[in-house]
């Protein structure tokens, strides 16, 4: 079967590309721009890649057209596959259908650490031997790639509540035929196509009614949201974490290690390098899902203490002047604060100079820029980046929304400017945090570059 992919080079529809290629399918793609890393990675694959969206790439003539969600209509290719009558699917749906099958799939969902925890699952189970295929919304420094199929019955993935495609408005992680679900968290997000915070309880909902009896939801025992998403109705068997009973993470010391407990019995003392409570909460989620797969909890800590992280979370990008620079992809006011947090915890006194630049969709639509200042605030300095034009510019005035956290926070348009700001004001033994959903210019190297 040959399928050609549109939108090949985002990090989903790349993993899926790279997938069905293992699977024997003979894999085609396009994309408006056909960039590093993944156009190398898919070519060192032996997938032909396009630039760009031509008509003419109908006479390829594949079995099916996959369908990826940077697809608008008005693209002239799809535009053309629509005039013709031609077969076509969106990737969560060829996923389900094609590699999915008779497969027990553990899918992470949830507002914040479904990369995170996706990665956590997938080396617990590949350390305890478990040789599972994933596909994860980021790149596993475990493992090197985003994506993997194999011959194990088990497939880890990171399910998306975002939409499918423009011709299928439900939810990605409803394609996914899980078998067992973490619902990570649950807050408002995606404020471009979700009116409201219920909108998304209710996809969560139709997650939920996918599950099968014989399944089993891991479910953060913190958040009311989910607790609505449960009270819905539920079919299977439900274990809950962040407290008791059920699963929950003990305080860390500082080396960053913890109790992992179940009903207030220890059964393990994770040894890590990991900062921050959310990461805590986390690898007990990925504790409770990994022991439906069959690997005890013991084992199951034992894998975590050589875990690697994701990148982009937490990232040390370098070290130049005494100064250390790191590269989180937060953007959403609580993983902002979490962030914050849990590089307090591992630096204590140390100054925290917070670089953002709000440049998710939510965020550009000023959604949320009211939770920005205590999001923030227990950085020491702030620098805010907001574009006055092209496709990431701000929708709303960055400086006005910082304004109550007074003379710790400054704000830019323009980077040269920003990176001379964060030089004059960076000394030794501090530490810059740089977040952003995006590549933010290269300003880590650009700051790294000022400073040395």
Same mark, same amino acid.
């Given at each position: ?19 069905a290629r293992a ?6 793609g396009?994309?408006?721009n056909?960039y ?5 990675q898919? !070519?060192?694959?032996?997938?032909? @890649? ?9 006479? @390829?003539?594949?079995?099916?057209f ?6 608008t ?13 031609l077969?076509?699917t ?9 590699? /999915?099958?008779?497969?027990?799939? $553990?899918?992470?969902a949830?507002?914040h650490?479904? %990369?995170?925890?996706? +990665? #956590? /699952? ?12 994933f596909?994860?919304?980021?790149m ?9 199929n ?9 399910a998306d509540?975002?939409?499918t ?9 409803v394609?996914?035929?899980? %078998?067992?679900?973490v ?19 209710? !996809?969560?909902?139709?997650l ?6 014989k399944?089993?939801?891991v ?11 449960l009270?819905?109705?539920?079919? +299977? =068997?439900i274990?809950r974490?962040?407290g008791?009973?059920g699963?929950? =993470? ?7 290690a913890f109790?992992?407990?179940?009903? +207030?019995?220890?059964?393990?003392r994770v040894?890590w ?5 959310h990461?805590?909460l986390?690898?007990i989620?990925?504790i ?15 894998? $975590? ?28 006011? %609580?993983?902002?604060? %979490?962030?914050?947090?849990?590089l307090r ?6 100054r925290?100079l917070?670089? @953002? ?6 965020m550009?639509l000023?959604? #949320? ?10 950085a020491?300095l ?5 574009a006055?034009e ?7 005035? $960055?400086?006005e929304?910082?304004?109550p956290?007074?003379?710790k926070a400054?704000?830019y ?11 004059s ?5 501090d530490?810059?945090?740089?977040? +952003?959903n995006g590549?933010?210019?290269g ?10």
């Amino acid at each position: 079967m040959h399928i050609h992919i549109l939108g090949i080079c985002g990090t989903f529809m790349g993993g899926i590309a790279a997938i069905a290629r293992a699977a024997g399918f003979k894999v085609t793609g396009c994309d408006a721009n056909v960039y590093p890393p993944m156009s190398t990675q898919l !070519q060192s694959l032996g997938i032909e @890649l396009i630039s760009g969206y031509t008509t003419d790439q109908v006479n @390829l003539k594949p079995d099916l057209f996959v369908i990826g969600n940077v697809v608008t209509r008005g693209n002239p290719l799809m535009e053309e596959i629509l005039n013709r009558g031609l077969p076509y699917t969106s990737g969560p749906q060829w996923v389900g259908e094609h590699i /999915l099958t008779a497969k027990h799939v $553990l899918a992470v969902a949830g507002t914040h650490g479904k %990369t995170t925890t996706s +990665s #956590m /699952l997938a080396w617990i189970l590949e350390d305890a031997g478990k040789n599972p295929g994933f596909l994860i919304g980021g790149m596993p420094e475990n493992f090197g790639i985003s994506a993997r199929n194999t011959d194990s019955e088990f497939f880890v993935i990171e399910a998306d509540e975002y939409d499918t495609a423009f011709f299928d408005k439900r939810s990605k992680f409803v394609h996914y035929r899980t %078998t067992t679900a973490v619902l990570n968290n649950l807050e408002f997000d995606h404020a471009d196509i979700f009116p409201d915070l219920a909108a998304i309880e209710t !996809q969560f909902h139709h997650l939920v009614r996918t599950i099968p009896g014989k399944g089993l939801i891991v479910v953060n025992g913190r958040e009311d949201s989910l607790a609505r998403v449960l009270a819905r109705g539920s079919w +299977s =068997a439900i274990e809950r974490f962040g407290g008791t009973p059920g699963w929950d =993470a003990g305080e860390a010391d500082a080396e960053g290690a913890f109790d992992v407990l179940y009903d +207030s019995a220890v059964q393990g003392r994770v040894h890590w390098d990991l900062m921050g409570e959310h990461n805590r909460l986390n690898a007990i989620a990925a504790i409770a899902a990994a022991r439906r797969a069959g690997v005890a909890p013991a084992r199951a800590i034992e894998a $975590l203490a050589s875990f690697k992280n994701v990148k982009r979370r937490m990232e040390v990008r370098g070290s130049a002047g005494g100064v250390t620079v790191y590269d989180d992809f937060a953007h959403h006011p %609580t993983a902002i604060a %979490t962030t914050i947090a849990g590089l307090r915890a591992k630096v204590g006194d140390a100054r925290i100079l917070a670089v @953002l630049e709000p440049r998710s969709n939510t965020m550009k639509l000023g959604v #949320m820029k009211a939770a920005l200042p205590a999001s923030l605030a227990a950085a020491d300095l702030v620098f805010g980046y907001g574009a006055k034009e092209g496709k990431d510019a701000l929708g709303w005035n $960055l400086g006005e929304a910082l304004h109550p956290l007074g003379v710790k926070a400054s704000t830019y348009d323009a980077l040269d400017p920003l990176v001379a700001a964060i030089k004059s004001a960076a000394r030794p033994g501090d530490h810059v945090l740089v977040m +952003s959903n995006g590549g933010f210019g290269g300003v880590h190297q650009k700051i790294l570059d000022a400073l040395g």
